[in-house]
């Protein structure tokens, strides 16, 4: 398994396709071809689900210029740890929602174009890679089952769309540098080619990185949160006639960091490349091909003797899918949606173990995954009813795993798991009612899936001093749901949302504690979560106030363990974020971000507490001269301290204050 070498034909071959029918689009005649760079408009239906939209404007005032950060406009959305993508494992980035408790694998399913963007092996988001500033909008939508490409949506979806020239102009460009010295470069072009268009970007950002550690627990091993990372894509998109556009899209990055002790160096990489076909005629269609190569290494320092403990050297993996959906004309009435999905996954962790800062042994563990999905849904308009009703029937399997085990100048231990496959069906269904006066009602019920990962399954790994074991038995996460609630649009540009759910993961993944500072992942009954999400938007003329809140009561079902009753681990209560906006012209923008985490515990059996943050983060920009303007950031105004890790008393921290100032440049 050498996915980087496997596949890296196909990235030129990607480029060979799309490249040509730009030429074709270049005779094309753009007054009778209109591409979008898109997929399929969202079937009518969409809003009887709690979708929240989070425009180009929004995405683009996120203090720290990470992803991360401009997702939480959602209240709710939540990273397994608190800290950004510049101060954290990436393997602990893991993205839910709804409070179904903290997992470094992601619950939320995360789609870029459609393209499932969790890691093969480890199941975190590669939120470096994913720079706001070449987004549309992020659709996100809470509850499960996301039908066509819904495995994996236990916790909702978020559906990310690239933007294309008309957002992003000819060439736009931003250098800026923040108060410890730390930089952030990023650049896009974007030019139109006949009816097609091309986008290429590039980011770069480095700095040596705030301390995580307190002050009165720092040694002299400790170290800032350097980091260093660099992303770049190539998207085409192209008609091929006038009812069919071809997207391609190639892309790679890399990210590099070093955490809390001197050589505990982390880094993550990738390439990516998909395929896309969308056809707007009268049977619309959507035919999507991916390949995804990914590698991870880690050094892991002791706490306790600064020595190494493990290097994680190496950690190749592979995601293939593709998914096909046909819209056939059924009526106006109906949107009927067909198709099929397929994943697969392999990967395996070449690690060498360390006793007293010497190699003692070497483990290697992995294996496959597969899901193949197949669904089918129907959106019913009667008036001011629209109906809604899918299915899928999902056909997993789980193998090859294997656990190596070589102790120094000893015999290789190998153990072998079974196989497994089976089927799970899920389904979600909905309605919405349009009363009159901008108000809507609506309602649904879903179910869905997850498999675990192949790092859940067989990958053991301890963050001094807690060993956390695998476990190859784990059963696949099955989601219950069911929610309700009202959209109000009573004027042009002022709207609110309000939504009771009731979510319930059955056989969810934790990680149990079992022993002293011992804890294995293992399938608990289930995880409850019950509450209720605001929202709210009103934009009048130049100034727009949005915010969203998000109040859950989860709970850990386990009869017989100490688990039962309690908190999922790493789940805050309230979240709630707000920001109020004035923008006077399109190249002024001030902006500040209210953003409150509420407390919540480290681990299962809520013995280390993480203390409720609020920050403040602020956005300007201003023109200066000609096609440059002038751009102010800060993050945490009032140096809030947000405790990420308590294990024990052991502590880490996230984003102290932090001002950056730059220029933006940007030609249309």
């Known amino acids: ?41 969202a079937a009518p239906a969409a809003v009887a689900y709690d979708v929240q939209d989070i425009d180009r404007d929004r995405l683009a005032v996120a203090a720290s210029g990470r992803l991360e950060d401009a997702l939480s406009a959602a209240a709710g959305f939540q990273q397994f740890r608190r800290s950004d993508s510049r101060a954290s494992n990436p393997s602990a980035q893991g993205i839910t929602l709804r409070a179904l408790g903290g997992n470094a694998t992601s619950r939320t399913l995360l789609l870029l174009d459609g393209v499932p963007m969790a890691d093969p092996f480890f199941g975190y988001v590669p ?83 705030f301390w995580t550690t307190p002050v009165d627990q720092r040694v002299p ?51 990516d490349a998909s395929l896309r076909l969308v056809g707007r005629g009268a049977w619309q269609f959507d035919a999507l091909a991916y390949v995804q190569s990914r590698d991870f290494n880690n050094v892991v320092i002791s706490a306790r003797n600064f020595l190494p403990t493990l290097n994680q050297r190496a950690t190749p993996s592979t995601g293939i899918g593709g998914k096909f959906e046909l819209r056939p004309p059924v009526g106006k009435a109906h949107v009927l949606r067909l198709g099929a999905d397929w994943r697969y996954a392999e990967g395996k962790t070449e690690e060498d173990v360390y006793t007293a800062g010497r190699i003692s042994g070497q483990r290697r563990a992995g294996g496959t995954n597969r899901d193949l999905g197949l669904f089918i849904e129907d959106d019913w308009t009667l008036g001011p009813v629209i109906l809604t009703a899918g299915a899928r029937a999902d056909r997993w399997s789980v193998r090859n795993g294997l656990f190596e085990q070589t102790p120094l100048g000893g015999n290789t231990v190998t153990t072998l798991y079974p196989d497994r496959s089976g089927w799970d069906g899920s ?102 979560a019950k509450g209720i999400e605001l929202g709210a938007e ?27 009753g309690k908190r999922p681990s790493q789940t805050p209560r309230y979240a709630a974020s707000a920001t109020a906006a004035w923008r006077p012209s399109p190249r002024t923008t001030l902006s500040l971000t209210v953003r409150h985490t509420g407390a919540q515990f480290e681990d299962d059996l809520e013995t280390d507490i993480l203390p409720a943050a609020t920050t403040l983060d602020a956005y300007a920009e201003a023109p200066i001269a000609g096609p440059f303007s002038l751009v102010l950031r800060g993050e945490n105004l009032f140096d809030e301290t947000v405790v990420t890790r308590n294990s024990g008393g052991s502590i880490d921290l996230g984003t102290p204050r932090t001002l950056w100032a730059g220029v933006r440049v940007a030609f249309r």
Not at 8 to 29: Q, V
Not at 145 to 170: K, Y
Not at 432 to 441: D, E, F, M, Q, R
């Open 538 to 564: 009103a934009k009048l003329g130049a100034f727009s106030l949005s915010g969203s809140f998000a109040y859950t009561d989860a709970k850990v079902e386990a009869p017989g363990t100490a688990l039962d």
């Open 427 to 528: 389904f979600r269904g909905g309605a919405v009612v349009k009363l009159g006066g901008g108000l809507a009602l609506r309602g649904s019920a879903y179910t869905g899936l997850r498999q675990p990962t192949l790092n859940e399954l067989y990958r053991t790994f301890t963050v001094f001093p807690i060993v956390t074991r695998a476990n190859a038995a784990l059963q696949n996460e099955k989601l219950r749901g069911f929610e309700g609630g009202l959209d109000w649009r009573p004027a042009p540009g002022l709207s609110f949302s309000a939504t009771a759910f009731d979510n319930k993961v059955r056989h969810a993944i934790a990680n149990v504690t079992i022993a002293p500072n011992v804890r294995e992942r293992q399938n608990v009954d289930a995880v409850h």
């Open 1 to 41: 398994m050498q996915p980087c070498l496997r596949h890296a034909a196909l990235f030129p071959l990607l480029a060979g396709i799309a490249l040509p029918s730009l030429a074709l689009a270049d005779e094309a005649a753009p007054d009778q071809i209109v591409v979008t760079g898109r997929g399929l408009d």
């Open 127 to 209: 939120l470096s890679a994913l720079a706001p500033e070449r987004l549309a909008i992020a659709r996100v939508t809470r509850g499960g089952g996301s039908g066509a490409f819904g495995a994996g949506a236990v916790a909702g979806t978020i559906d990310l769309t690239s933007a294309g020239p008309d957002q992003l102009g000819l060439f736009g460009g931003r250098a800026l540098v923040d108060d410890r010295g730390e930089t952030e470069v990023s650049a896009t072009l974007a030019p139109k080619l006949g009816a097609g268009y091309l986008v290429a970007s590039g980011r770069w950002d480095r700095g040596r990185g």
């Open 221 to 271: 091993a400790s170290v800032r949160a350097r980091y260093e990372s660099w992303s770049t894509s190539l998207r085409a998109v192209a008609p091929l006639t006038s009812t069919v556009e071809l997207q391609a899209r190639v892309a790679a990055f890399n990210d590099a960091r070093m955490l809390r002790f001197a050589g505990a160096d982390t880094a993550a990489s990738g390439q």
